[in-house]
């Protein structure tokens, strides 16, 4: 069982940058896909981003596309989101979940869960 712990989580202004980072236990890690999602208060868990187990393939949401980036490293059994010019509607608990297909884009695709790093973002 993959043990996933996001960290990096913060209070920032808008405009400003976070980077959350998604360590993972267990030897399937590196042959799964990534991905991370988000959820607001009130409001139902959506995708953000997935990333393919070598990382040569993202995929983002449209409303993060050009200011998010998702990697990994799998040496380290970590993936990481860099998040720029950061908007007051990215406030949210981001998660980073496991799963087997970095095409997917529903929660209940992922089988593994993080217990997610609050992103808050002042205007």
């Excluded at 976070?18 to 988000?38: E, I, N, V, Y």
């Excluded at 970095?102 to 929660?107: D, G, I, P, Q, V």
Aim: proline share 2%; glycine share 10%.
């Amino acid at each position: 069982q993959v043990q996933l712990v996001e960290s990096g989580g913060g209070l920032v202004q808008a405009g400003g940058s976070l980077r959350l980072s998604c360590a993972a236990s267990g030897r399937t890690f590196k042959f799964s896909a990534m991905a991370w999602f988000r959820q607001a208060p009130g409001k139902e868990r959506e995708f953000v981003s997935a990333i393919s187990w070598t990382g040569a393939s993202t995929y983002y949401t449209d409303s993060v596309k050009g200011r998010f980036t998702i990697s990994r490293d799998n040496a380290k059994n970590m993936m990481y989101l860099q998040m720029n010019s950061l908007k007051p509607e990215d406030t949210a608990v981001y998660y980073c979940a496991l799963g087997d297909n970095s095409r997917a884009t529903a929660a209940s695709d992922f089988r593994s869960w993080g217990q997610g790093t609050q992103v808050t973002v002042s205007s």
